[in-house]
């Protein structure tokens, strides 16, 4: 991630030179700086920055930019990524896996689940693994415990999801310890 930031941030420089329009983002940094940004066209930044996060994923989930569509899931799990977990929780200061998984669907697909592991559960239609989609809700079994973890499937093997240890992350059910863990995934009854 470090190494695509700098590219952007120049591709951000060439683009502001060519940008117009009336809505401008304000400077940030100071000349120089990696962080400076000149005038830029509002709509033009937030392509850019869409594109870098579609390319930045893409790689994560070892696919083609061009195979994620769903630019708002993207978005909120960039937004995400690395809150630090909390039971109970369901803020930026702190989020646990089913406060996570409901504020996904709340705000990337308008859907409102429960709150806890086990009630997301009793709302999904099941399917087998290899027919899950982009944005499927799966569950773990964590300690002993049945569908105890949620998270939602990606791409290729991924996963979003609140880690008791990492916090918000992606991980991959192809590691030995996701792949025992997984009990089931589906879509939400609608």
Known sequence: MKN???KLYVLILLI???ACGTKKIAS??????????????AKTYA??????????????????????KDISL????????????????????????SGLTN??????YQVAIPRTTSQIYNKISTKPYTNLNEGDIVFMNYDGKKNSHVGIYLRNGRFFHASTSKGVMISDFNQPWYKKAYSVGGEVKR
């Open 28 to 41: 940030t940094g100071y000349p120089g700086s990696s962080g400076y940004v000149t005038e830029l066209n």
């Open 47 to 68: 392509t850019v920055k869409d594109k870098y996060i579609l390319g930045f994923y893409a790689q994560e989930l070892g696919i083609n930019e061009k195979d994620l």
């Open 4 to 6: 695509v930031k700098p």
């Open 16 to 18: 502001s030179f060519s």
């Open 103 to 108: 504020l996904l669907y709340r705000n990337v």
């Open 74 to 97: 993207y978005r909120f799990i960039d937004e995400w990524m690395g809150v630090p977990y909390r039971i109970g929780g369901n803020s930026k200061s702190g989020i646990d896996c």
